[in-house]
């Protein structure tokens, strides 16, 4: 499964060579020179997706089977209609690690439903049941998801009131994952397979679609303070191209920093079982690298509003929406 890293030096040589013109000097001091990428940077307003984390939580944790749960879903779809786009909804009901019966709610927006060129973009909008990487005293407590589930989701939310806004968009589909944070707790020692993104797999085996994407782009984990978005190794054996490309939008826009081009590591997330079982091309963009893993709120109870940088939530929107904007 693990592509062997020599051949992929050429592309990450190649990327480091295309970073090295002055990009960040120019961006804070406009100036003739400033590439027109840079000039035109895609309209998005952090203060709106980190509202839209805000009132997620408000919620509570949104752990399946719980009413936080259930009320967030529903807001979540009338968000989506809001905005113009097409909303249905999966309901499934899925058994846990520990024979819990969840119940699930996948929620597809489409926006341009007649287009046949189509991308998804998915995040999870569940929260996990326990802090199982916190201490004792709070290791049962739920997550409230602030960065884990609720910053992809806001991000998602807020690129679908832009390109509302906007005339010019592709077919876009946006997809909201349920039961993707209810695996396997890691200090269990009789590891079960294919416990965690049972929302995905629901999915990937039911497809919501008449029109197939080409490509799907996955967010996980994206409002944390200094992010390190590198390539996932899943990521790039499935949608290697797609990975350049998100990348290249990023560096164009100024991010070199945050956007790293070197293998992360491996993530099993939702996008695994996209490409495996729906084999949609599908890259994760996670704040992961096997050196210091995920950030440090990861399934604690410090993972709240207040530990999300809208810094962070504001170059993934731009991102998106310069890949979205170059279909
Ligand atoms: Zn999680």
């Not at 909008?125 to 199982?132: E, F, I, L, N």
């Not at 690298?289 to 950030?295: A, I």
């Amino acid at each position: 499964m693990f592509m062997n890293r020599c051949l992929f030096l050429p592309f990450v040589v190649l990327l480091l060579l295309s970073c090295s013109s002055p990009k960040k000097e120019t961006q804070k001091q406009p100036s003739q020179e400033q590439p027109a990428s840079v000039l035109n940077r895609p309209s998005f307003s952090s203060d709106s997706a980190f509202s839209f984390v805000k009132q997620q939580c408000e919620f509570g944790p949104r752990v399946p089977n719980t009413s936080a749960h259930d009320n967030c879903a529903e807001y979540l779809v009338e968000k989506l209609k809001s905005y113009g786009l097409i909303v249905t909804t999966q309901k499934y009901t899925a058994t846990a690690y520990d024979q819990t019966v969840l119940n699930g709610t996948n929620i597809i927006g489409q926006l341009h439903h007649e287009m046949d060129k189509r991308i998804v973009l998915f995040s999870h909008w569940d929260s996990r049941h326990v802090c199982d990487n916190d201490n004792l005293e709070n290791r049962n407590k739920p997550v409230m998801g602030a960065n884990d589930g609720a910053s992809g989701v806001a991000v998602l939310l807020e690129v679908a009131r832009q390109l509302q806004i906007e005339k010019d968009s592709v077919g876009v589909d946006i997809v909201f994952l349920d039961l993707e944070d209810y695996g396997q707790p890691s200090f269990e020692t009789d590891e079960k397979k294919d416990t965690w993104c049972l929302g995905a797999q629901y999915l990937a085996r039911n497809p919501y679609y008449d029109k197939r994407p080409r490509k799907g782009i996955l967010l996980d984990m994206v409002g944390a303070s200094s992010p390190y978005f590198g390539f996932d190794q899943i990521s790039l054996n499935y949608a290697e191209s797609l990975l350049q490309e998100v990348w290249s939008a990023a560096h164009s826009l100024g991010y070199t920093t945050s956007f790293i081009p070197n293998v992360s590591g491996a993530v099993l997330d939702d996008h695994y079982y996209i490409n495996t079982l729906a084999a949609i091309p599908t890259i994760d963009i996670i704040d992961y690298n096997q050196n210091r893993g995920f950030p440090s709120t990861w399934h604690t109870i410090n993972d709240t509003p207040d530990n999300i940088d809208k810094k962070t939530l504001q170059m993934v929107g731009e991102v998106l929406l310069r890949v979205l904007r170059e279909k």
